[in-house]
Each structure stands twice: as C-alpha cells, then as structure tokens.
C-alpha cells in the first residue's frame, strides 16, 4: 500500500507537514516490523509429557495401592494439595489421580489407586521398573483461604485431601478432618493421619449405617470452608444438609461421574456413518457411544480433562462426557 503526500484539510492543497511527518513514522514501523517477522524463530511444539518410573507399588487397603513415580536426578514439575495428574497407562488408556505425597518433595509423585474397573486393574498390573507417561500436574480442587476448614473424606477420596491437611498442620491452621468408608481395611492411609482429636474416623462397619450428610457436618466451625471428596452418595448427602450450616464455602471433588438432573432426551448423528444415537433423558452422551462405538477415548467423565471432546460438523465441539443437547458429530 502506498500513501499519497497529505494536503491540509483547508482546501488550499499545500502540504500538512506534520501528516507528513507521522506517514513517515508508519513507513519506517512497518518496514522494521517486517524484518523483526523474519528474523523471529519459528514456534516450537512444547512437549508437557513427562517420563516418569514406577519406581514403588505398595498396598495401602483393601484392592488399594499406592505408586511412587520418580523421573531421575530433574526436579519434577511443583504442585500444591489437591492437584492431580494424567496418567497414561500402556494400555492408552488415560486416568486422573490426585497426588497424595508431599509438595515439598519433588523427587517423586505418590498415587494412589483402588481397584474398581479396567484402567484401575492396569494400574494394579504395573511392576516396579514400568515406564509411565504422564501429564500435569493440574490443580481443579485448591486449598485456598486461611480457614477454618472442615475435610470430608470418603474412602479414595483421601487422597486429595491428605496434603491439604498436612499444609494446614504446617501451617497452624484451624481445621477438623472426618473421614468415613466401608472399613478401616478399606480405608487407605490411616497410619498417616495426625494423632489429634480433630480427626474422625467413621467407618460404616462401626456405626452400622453409612453416615449421613448432617452427620459428617457435625461441629462445623462457621464461616468454615467445606471440602468433601469421595462417592457421590457421600457428596449428595453433604450438599443436602449444607443449606442447614452456617458454612462460607465449599469444595467437591467427586470420582464418579456427576448424576444426570432432568435431563432431556436428545439424538446424536454420526456423520461418517450416518448412524442416528438414541440418548435418554438418564444417560450421557458418552454412555450410549460406547456402546455403539467401545473403543470411544474418555478419561475424567466430568468435563475438564477434555479426552473425551469431539468434533462437530459444524467445526466445535461436544465434551460427550457432559454436554447434552442434539449434534451431528464428525464420526
């Protein structure tokens, strides 16, 4: 594009020096701007895998273990209480596990893993010595505030919670700690809870039924914060009684996919095929694709990890995990 020479706006046609002036300003940017273009290196692919060794396999409960992933003399990337990671098995099969060590010590990860499905048996199969590839780690349940804090801990669901304990002890906070299963030989990491009178061990098999939710909100402090992980029985029945509590915020973290509300019917069209999918009101969109399509990638079933996205033909995308509505999807 070439500028023409500016003329004063009075209509004499003299020139407008100043015009004239900042057309020449423009000319020697662009020109500048175009070498520093050729001049910048091409943009690299960042590679946010990480190579990590099984490096221990320990039981911690029943069909419990825990794994102890080292990745050499490299400091492994930071974390804080309640992160997790992406953990590719051999398999391709991608899970999410909480990381249940200690965030000072970046030699390593600690997992831990019970035994309820295919990805969880392949975790169980690994021998010490695996190469793993994993991802992360990722943060979607902080620790944040000052407190006080009431944990809410169901089986597994520890795992996230233990570091933010262990922060608060370090860190002189007020906070109380209950944590319920089927057993205490279904509940793993006992032996590593503080001996302190703020932690409650409720195990079903010792007061008969499974706890309520106003019963593990019993005692909470107000203005407390609430952080609950575990079963999503557990999780329902805390949300329930909430609204009774004088509770300032709270914090869930569920293994389990979130239930289906109301939901409404809707068709799937796959256009490859031209299959046409049925989903009821009560399943997701997942659900009814991996039975007509088994091999379907999905890893978190809750929406944030992303496996699980696929491309429409009208150029989005549908986390078929959660996302519900008709869509003809690029299959």
Known sequence: MTLGRPTRLDGSGRTDHLMSAL?????????????????????????????????????????????????????????????????????????????????????????????????????????????????????????????????VAGGIGITPILPMVRRCVAAGADWRLVYTGRSRGSMPFLGELPDDDRVWIRPDTEYGIPASGAELLEGLPDGASVYCCGPAPMITGVRADLALTAAKAVHFERFAPPP??????????????GRVLEVPGDRSALDVLLAARPGTPYSCRQGFCGTCAVPTADGGSLRICVDRGPAVLDL
Not at 90 to 114: E, F, K, M, N, W
Not at 260 to 273: C, H, K, M, Q
Request: charged fraction near 25%; glycine fraction near 10%.
């Open 23 to 151: 057309v020449g300003v423009v000319g020697v940017y662009r020109r500048l701007s175009q070498l520093s273009g050729q001049r910048r290196p091409p943009v690299r692919a960042v590679d946010r895998n990480l190579s990590l060794v099984v490096e221990r396999i320990r039981p911690e409960a029943d069909d419990v273990v825990s794994l102890r992933l080292a990745g050499g003399d490299t400091p492994l990337p930071a974390w804080r209480p309640g992160a997790h990671i992406d953990l590719v098995l051999p398999s391709g099969l991608v899970r999410q596990y909480s990381l249940c060590g200690d965030p000072d010590d970046r030699t390593h990860y600690r997992i831990a893993v019970r035994r309820i499905g295919t990805a969880s048996g392949e975790v169980h199969a690994l021998a010490p010595g695996t190469r793993v590839t994993v991802r992360g780690p990722r943060t979607a349940f902080p620790l944040v505030g000052a407190g006080p804090f009431l944990f």
């Open 260 to 273: 289906i509300v109301a939901g409404e019917p809707f068709r799937l069209v796959l256009r490859r095929s």
